[in-house]
């Protein structure tokens, strides 16, 4: 069975200061890893995909295979920033295609 | 707005009511999903259908959970004799053949009385 961990529930950062929102997932298969953010009062959306390996808003995500992780970092938090985080998980093939597992989400708030 | 939209928005029933709610995907997407979050958790996957096809469904998905999607563009999620355990969120979200990114409404917050 496909899983995926976000151990913090909330994390509070300052302004100006590093950010990593922490995410596992255990899959047998060949995983597709993806954050989702909703900001207030909006929809969920995309935020990045591993496999396009681009930073998006300052942020950035590498899968470890090895650790099976794909913490979400960005060096410098600013106050848009805060928001609901979801990591999740696809398998990249099969009738299942394009399923998500989602991880219970981390609030992360900036403070100015 | 040419985003994947839900309605309604919200619904209160009591206890044993069915209700139905509309899922209307972005126009040219063929895959269409369904997920329900709950208060804390992160959205749980209920169904998908490709086209008018409705190819997986969730263990969560009980006999009194149905979906359909009958021209293979809206869909509709109804849920028979509802329990206080069904409220949550109800999203749908949508996306092309390939393409790997979904796309998701605003959801149908749904309450049982």
């Known amino acids: 069975a496909q899983r995926v961990t976000q151990p913090e529930k909330l994390l509070s950062v300052f302004k100006g200061a590093p950010v990593e929102l922490k995410c596992n997932y255990s899959?047998?298969?060949?995983?597709?890893l993806f954050w989702y953010v909703q900001y207030s009062r909006q929809r969920l959306q995309l935020l990045l995909r591993?496999?396009s390996r681009e930073s998006i808003k300052g942020f950035t995500a590498d899968l470890n295979k090895g650790e099976t992780s794909f913490h979400l970092k960005k060096p410098f938090a600013q106050e848009e920033d805060s928001a609901m985080y979801y990591c999740?998980?696809?398998?990249?093939?099969?009738?299942?295609?394009?399923?998500?597992?989602f991880g219970q989400g981390t609030i992360l708030t900036v403070h100015p | 707005d040419t985003g994947v939209s839900q309605n309604p928005r919200h619904k209160i029933t009591k206890r044993g009511q069915n209700v139905t709610f509309r899922c209307d995907p972005i126009?040219?997407?063929?895959?269409l999903y369904w997920y329900r979050q709950t208060l804390g958790q992160g959205p749980e996957f209920l169904t998908y259908?490709?086209?008018?096809?409705?190819?997986?469904k969730s263990r969560l998905l009980s006999d009194r959970f149905s979906a359909e999607r009958p021209k293979g563009s809206f869909s509709t999620l109804e849920i028979q004799r509802t329990e206080q355990g069904d409220s949550a969120m109800y999203l749908c979200?949508?996306?092309?053949?390939?393409?790997?990114?979904?796309?998701f409404g605003p959801g149908t917050r749904l309450t049982v009385l």
């Open positions: 126009s040219e997407h063929n895959r």
């Open positions: 591993h496999i």
């Open positions: 259908f490709q086209n008018e096809a409705q190819l997986e």
């Open positions: 999740a998980l696809s398998n990249a093939g099969g009738t299942s295609y394009g399923k998500l597992t």
């Open positions: 979200a949508s996306s092309s053949t390939g393409g790997n990114e979904q796309f």
């Open positions: 899959y047998s298969g060949s995983p597709e």
